[in-house]
């Protein structure tokens, strides 16, 4: 297990050059935007206008903060997401522009290159303890809002924007709020199924 602490991400400019992107873990370490096999980032949306498009990826958008947007992607109907809504999944090599609903955002962005590995994202909201089971691929868990402790040889504190991140070893981790807790749960796995 890694921890990844919230002020040691690495901030760089979007693709398109429209806003700034904070990258939490990449794989493999230091690719960039145009080779990552998978990486995992948040974004500060001030205005409305195009996401940058990603050849051969598959995304999935959380709200983490603010009121929310309207996504426009080719080929699909609009679609508004919030930080109720569900995370919403899409292909990230299509042309896509968001509006703003009231003000700016700031948004989680999991991507994985579809001809290598897969993804999936769960959003919790703890109040007692849980146990979350981690794959054989990498498994990421942010905590968003409240402290949680993880624990280990040496229990693991995790604040807000802490993300923990846990090798391809299947293993159960008993996460402990201190009160209530949002946690986004990402799982990574090779496109033969193994997660």
């Known amino acids: 297990m890694r921890i990844l602490r919230a002020d040691e991400y690495r901030s760089m400019p979007w693709k398109n050059g429209g806003g700034v992107t904070t990258e939490i873990a990449v794989s493999p370490a230091g690719a960039g935007l145009d080779d990552f096999d998978w990486r995992v980032s948040m974004a500060r949306v001030e205005l409305s206008g195009p996401f940058s498009q990603f050849a051969g990826i598959d995304r999935t958008l959380a709200v983490l903060e603010g009121e929310g947007i309207v996504l426009e992607i080719a080929g699909y109907p609009p679609t508004s997401i919030n930080r109720a809504t569900a995370l919403f999944s899409f292909p990230a090599d299509v042309q896509t522009s968001a509006t703003l609903i009231g003000g700016p955002i700031t948004d989680l962005n999991v991507m994985t290159r579809r001809s290598r590995v897969t993804h999936s994202v769960e959003r919790l909201v703890i109040s007692t303890p849980v146990?979350?089971?981690?794959?054989?691929?990498?498994?990421?868990?942010?905590?968003?809002?409240?402290?949680?402790?993880?624990?280990?040889?040496?229990?693991?504190?995790?604040?807000?924007?802490?993300?923990?991140?846990?090798?391809?070893?299947?293993?159960?981790?008993?996460?402990?709020?201190?009160?209530?807790?949002?946690?986004?749960?990402?799982?990574?796995?090779?496109?033969?199924?193994?997660?």
């Not at 054989?136 to 604040?159: F, N, S």
């Not at 846990?166 to 402990?176: A, H, K």
């Open 131 to 195: 146990e979350i089971r981690t794959g054989a691929g990498t498994t990421l868990i942010l905590c968003l809002d409240g402290d949680v402790i993880v624990p280990a040889a040496e229990p693991v504190r995790l604040g807000p924007f802490d993300t923990l991140l846990s090798g391809s070893e299947r293993t159960s981790l008993l996460v402990q709020p201190a009160h209530e807790a949002t946690l986004f749960v990402i799982r990574i796995g090779d496109i033969s199924g193994n997660d």
